[in-house]
């Protein structure tokens, strides 16, 4: 059975950091491109960021240069250290295993960015 455990939401204040980290199991964890993405009330899912089976990086263009993703194919986990937070940057974070084939989601997590 797969699973993808997303944790590490929460509330912080704006400029505040979070990192979220994302615990996969049931998948041949190195063959994935990983990601979190992303939902806010009201607004479609959008890519947040992405690291390939090959450890390539993407981002979203409004989280660039504030967050980082990051795998440990070892501990079969990918972190998003997330900097300079803004009230935008709340929604629902999702951790998601992705191929040609198909792909697998966790539940998601909740990032409130407020004062």
């Known amino acids: 059975q797969v699973q993808l455990v997303e944790s590490g939401g929460g509330l912080v204040e704006p400029g505040g950091s979070l990192r979220l980290s994302c615990a996969a199991s049931g998948i041949v964890f190195v063959v994935y491109d990983m990601g979190w993405y992303r939902q806010a009330p009201g607004k479609q899912r959008e890519l947040v960021a992405i690291v390939t089976n090959k450890n390539r990086t993407n981002y979203g263009d409004s989280v660039k240069g504030r967050f980082t993703i990051s795998r440990d194919n070892a501990k079969r986990t990918i972190d998003l250290q997330m900097n300079s937070l803004k009230p935008e940057d709340t929604a629902v974070y999702y951790c998601?295993?992705?191929?040609?084939?198909?792909?697998?989601w966790g539940q998601g997590t909740q990032v409130t960015v407020s004062s």
């Open positions: 998601a295993a992705t191929r040609r084939s198909g792909g697998h």
